[in-house]
Structures are given as structure tokens and as C-alpha cells.
């Protein structure tokens, strides 16, 4: 009963979490196309846009299908070596296609248009939400999480977490320095992602995020 009570609490918690990020998600779409984005970013996004953009522009291929595609072979390779992690694996690549799929749908409701101040490269598709910043929270930081619970050794767990963390944070950051996106976009990105990623936990029967039982991996040294 008491596992039973824990996992319908998990659902719940998750489910919320899901149907909150994409109200806001929502909101905040409707929100920038009715009345533009707030004077307060506009600053913000001058100051950063055209600074380090050769480093923004690699850092932004990698939310790219030539790139995302062979990281997924190597996951799925990693699956058949390590069945420990089969489960998180391919959650993390369903959420990938669905953050990538559902964010084009999302781009054509709210149709909001492109920056004028673009560096590098003018993208043709809407603006908002950002599938960028979508991806970089859905699979990158997913996968910072998932790695911070997981049953690595500490300190593999602290420094693997932290460089996706960080890399995540990057993809968002190139998108401005690129001038491709607003904040909100960005923003608009993030909770999208956020409400997949706990749609997901929240309809999943057991708790895919947290290591199973057992120890797969040997202890630190």
C-alpha cells in the first residue's frame, strides 16, 4: 500500500508539474505575439547578440538532426551494452522527437516571427517557442539530471551532470549571441520540454528516473 500510495503520489506530482509548464508555455505565447517582447529583454538580447559567434554557431549544431541522429545510434548501442540504462535511454530519445515534432506544431500556431538582427545564418521558421532551447532541457539537461540520480560513482555523476548542465545553458546562450531567438522563445522552449519530460514520468508506471535496484556499475576507486 505504501508503494502503491508513493506512486500515485509520483504521478500526480509529475502531472502537475506537465500541465502547469504547458499552461505557461501557452500564456506566454499568446502573451509575445499580443504585445511583443518586454522592453527589459530587448536590452539584453542587443548586448548579446553577434559576441563569440563562431563559438555560438558550433555550440548551436548541436541540436541539429546531423548531429543528434549519430548521438542517438551511439545511445542506442549503449542500450544493448548496458541494460541497466535501457528504460532512461529510450526515454530520452521519445522525448527528444517529441520535443523536436511538437515544437514545429507550436512554431505554426503562434507564428511569430523571426529577429531582424540575425548573425551567420537567417532561419526561415518561426520563433516561438525555440526548439533549441527545447532540445538542450528535454535531452541534455534530462540526461544532466538522470546521470546526477543515477548509480554512477559520485564523482562521475557531480562533473557528467555538470558539464550537460553547463552545455545545456550554452545551447541557449549561442541562440542569442546568434541572434535567432528572443528570451522568450527561450523560455517558451524550456517549459515545453519541461511539461513532455513530466508528462512522461507521470504516465510511465515506475519511477524511470531513479536507478533501479542493484549495483550495475563497480564502486569508485
Not at 167 to 174: K, P, V
Request: aromatic share 12%; charged share 15%; net charge positive.
Amino acid at each position: 500500500m505504501i508503494r502503491r500510495n508513493e506512486a500515485v503520489e509520483r504521478r500526480e506530482r509529475w502531472g502537475f508539474v506537465a500541465l502547469a509548464s504547458a499552461a505557461l508555455c501557452a500564456w506566454l505565447g499568446f502573451s509575445v505575439v499580443r504585445n511583443g517582447e518586454p522592453a527589459v529583454l530587448v536590452e539584453l538580447e542587443r548586448a548579446l547578440v553577434n559576441h563569440s559567434a563562431l563559438v555560438a554557431w558550433w555550440i548551436t549544431w548541436s541540436c541539429y538532426i546531423q548531429v543528434l541522429v549519430p548521438l542517438c545510434v551511439v545511445l542506442l548501442v549503449l542500450a544493448w551494452r548496458f541494460p541497466a540504462w535501457r528504460a532512461r535511454i529510450f526515454f530520452s530519445i521519445v522525448v527528444l522527437l517529441l520535443c523536436w515534432r511538437g515544437v514545429d506544431v507550436l512554431q505554426h500556431v503562434f507564428a511569430r516571427p523571426r529577429r531582424l538582427d540575425w548573425v551567420v545564418k537567417h532561419e526561415s521558421s518561426y520563433s516561438y517557442p525555440s526548439s533549441h532551447a527545447a532540445i538542450a532541457t528535454g535531452f541534455y539537461a534530462l540526461w544532466a539530471f538522470m546521470l546526477a540520480v543515477s548509480e554512477l560513482p559520485r564523482r562521475t555523476r557531480a562533473i557528467g551532470a555538470g558539464l550537460l548542465l553547463l552545455f545545456a545553458t550554452a545551447i541557449c546562450w549561442s541562440r542569442l549571441a546568434l541572434g535567432a531567438h528572443y528570451v522568450t522563445d527561450l523560455a517558451g522552449g524550456a517549459l515545453f520540454a519541461l511539461a513532455i519530460v513530466s508528462a512522461g514520468v507521470a504516465i510511465v508506471p515506475f519511477n524511470l528516473l531513479r536507478p533501479p535496484a542493484g549495483r550495475p556499475y563497480p564502486p569508485a576507486e
